[in-house]
């Protein structure tokens, strides 16, 4: 478990945020401790004026809120009455059980996790000292609970490494869906760190796949030559919309020059996966006597390789990018050599599909031999279940698994199932 302590001057934001997020079912109040009322009777007033009553008996004191956020590793699954039993005793320790609380359950991360909303004056108008509440009491109450609650332990680890903390599923970004800059920040953090890009047109490759671009703005502004950045939302048809977000203002700051040691560093981390995705080019060539170039993508999308043709104005095709998202790689063709530029491979495109059957990945991946001549079937790589499919505003025109590799998942959950006239032969057999 990870424990994190923010202290604030405005217990009503604090409640804003969390009821915010109930509102739109990203989160669910399940405790109110030393409140008149049952959890689900109360409305925002009511809890207000609680936290209200005891802030303006101390108004010399600006810092009276506390936003309590703790963290389990993404292996557990805590029920409701676990995670009131853990914020019970983890307020007792930091010295917080007397003091009015609400525990609100957060669903807006891929880790469970709870926040919990209080203040820091008491009944009797005394303040309750804050000054390095995380090592004093937060830090011992923590490694207790783990013990307590067979909780996997954090110990040693920081906050990323601990409980495999990710931000929300970088899901493609829904302009007025979602609020903008979260959207923007869950995308641009996990791509810059896990993905291997040598350049910003490399790292958009990806960012595009998620309706997100990085911009310099055009050469002849002050923002191109001051080396700034900004990070906006993309339509399904490319254009920037909304209100766009300077890189020093994301968390992780992914700022050019930041971003720019990063460069340097990729171009040796993405070495051992070259020859790898040659490898996946030349058979997908070698698969068709004649394709066109809209197959050579739909067949190449199988094996989770995004293949990006740059082209100007006129159409002229200039250029082409391979984002490898099994191994979190990004190659311009170029870089792979000339054979794989992206004039060499226009080269070889046709006007029709002529394909050696029995080697094309469509066929090796159990499809109909016709297959490759039909759009693939969209599916929702960030949510399971036909209802949430439904829901979803931007479909993806990725391979499902893109996701999960992003996320660091395996297929090892979506191994095939024996059908039951199998089973049942099986059985007799044994019998």
Same mark, same amino acid.
């Given at each position: ?16 945020y969390? @009821? ?6 990203k989160?669910?109040? =399940?405790?109110a401790?030393r409140?008149?009322?049952?959890a689900?009777?109360?409305?925002f ?17 600006k ?37 009015p ?10 880790h469970?996790?709870?926040h ?6 008491? @009944? ?6 804050l ?19 067979g ?19 970088p ?6 869906? *979602?609020?903008?800059?979260r ?9 810059t ?10 790292l958009?490759?990806v960012?595009?796949?998620f309706?997100?671009m990085?911009d310099?703005?055009?050469? @002849? ?8 950045l =900004? ?10 919309i ?12 992914p ?11 990729? @171009? ?7 020859v790898g ?6 058979? *997908?060539? *070698? ?9 050579f993508?739909k ?7 995004n ?25 311009n ?38 297959s490759?001549l ?18 979803t505003?931007?479909r993806?025109?990725l391979p ?9 998942k395996?297929?090892?959950?979506n191994?095939p ?13 044994h019998?």
């Amino acid at each position: 478990m990870v424990a994190k302590i923010v202290s604030g001057k405005s217990i009503r934001s604090l409640l804003n945020y969390n @009821e915010r997020k109930v509102s739109v079912g990203k989160a669910e109040l =399940i405790m109110a401790s030393r409140f008149a009322g049952e959890a689900s009777q109360l409305g925002f007033n009511q809890k207000l004026y609680r936290f209200g009553h005891l802030t303006d008996l101390n108004s010399h004191v600006k810092t009276n809120s506390l936003h309590i956020m703790l963290n389990f590793d993404i292996k557990e699954n805590p029920d409701h009455l676990k995670l009131q039993q853990i914020a019970a005793a983890y307020m007792e320790k930091v010295g917080f059980g007397d003091q009015p609380y609400l525990v609100y359950k957060h669903e807006d991360a891929a880790h469970p996790h709870i926040h919990i909303v209080t203040t820091n004056i008491r @009944e009797d108008g005394a303040r309750i000292n804050l000054h390095d509440i995380g090592k004093r009491l937060s830090e011992p109450a923590r490694k207790e609970l783990e013990k307590e609650f067979g909780l996997i332990k954090a110990e040693g680890k920081d906050l990323k490494d601990a409980i495999a903390i990710k931000p929300v599923n970088p899901e493609k970004a829904e302009y007025g869906k *979602t609020p903008t800059k979260r959207t923007i920040t869950n995308v641009v953090t996990v791509v810059t760190r896990d993905y291997k890009y040598t350049s910003l047109a490399e790292l958009n490759a990806v960012l595009k796949q998620f309706n997100v671009m990085a911009d310099r703005g055009k050469e @002849e502004t002050q923002m191109f030559q001051k080396k700034g950045l =900004i990070y906006s939302i993309l339509d399904e048809k490319g254009n920037k919309i909304g209100i766009p977000f300077k890189a020093s203002s994301l968390n992780g700051k992914p700022t050019l020059t930041n971003l720019e040691s990063k460069f340097i560093q990729n @171009e040796e981390k993405r070495k051992p996966y070259k020859v790898g995705l040659k490898a996946s080019i030349d058979k *997908t060539l *070698t698969s068709y006597r004649e394709m066109t170039r809209e197959t050579f993508v739909k067949e190449l999308a199988i094996l989770q390789i995004n293949v990006v043709f740059r082209q100007n104005e006129q159409g002229f095709t200039f250029g082409v990018t391979f984002v490898d998202n099994q191994n979190k790689t990004v190659f311009n063709g170029s870089d792979l050599g000339k054979a794989y530029n992206a004039k060499a491979l226009s080269e070889k495109f046709g006007n029709v599909d002529k394909p050696l059957l029995k080697t094309t990945l469509a066929y090796l991946k159990q499809k109909e031999a016709t297959s490759y001549l039909k759009p693939q079937k969209e599916t929702d790589y960030l949510k399971t279940g036909q209802k949430e499919q439904e829901k979803t505003y931007l479909r993806p025109n990725l391979p499902d698994q893109l996701l999960n590799n992003l996320l660091g998942k395996t297929d090892g959950d979506n191994l095939p199932t024996i059908p039951e006239d199998k089973k049942k032969k099986k059985r007799e057999l044994h019998l």
